[in-house]
């Protein structure tokens, strides 16, 4: 059996009804929130791990004098 397109209108309403146009709309704005800071985390994290590894280690005085 699958679920046609009369049958997907009739679960949307239902779920309209029970959730209410409000509550649907801001659960899909936090998602969208959700989503473009993640993709903010994402970008951020490379220009985290360049700025690491840019700088060099620094060497302990007692070793560069056994040099």
């Known amino acids: 059996m699958s ?3 009369f049958q997907i209108l ?3 309403l239902i779920i309209l009804v029970l959730f209410g146009r409000g509550k649907i709309s801001e659960t899909m704005g936090e998602f969208g929130k959700g989503i ?3 993709k903010k985390g994402l970008a951020d994290e ?5 700025g690491q590894s840019a700088a060099p280690a ?3 005085a007692e070793r560069r004098s056994a040099d």
């Not at 490379?46 to 360049?50: D, F, H, N, T």
């Open 46 to 50: 490379p220009a985290k791990l360049e």
């Open 10 to 12: 009739i679960i949307a």
């Open 36 to 38: 473009r800071g993640f």
């Open 3 to 5: 679920i046609g397109p």
């Open 58 to 60: 620094e060497v302990p």
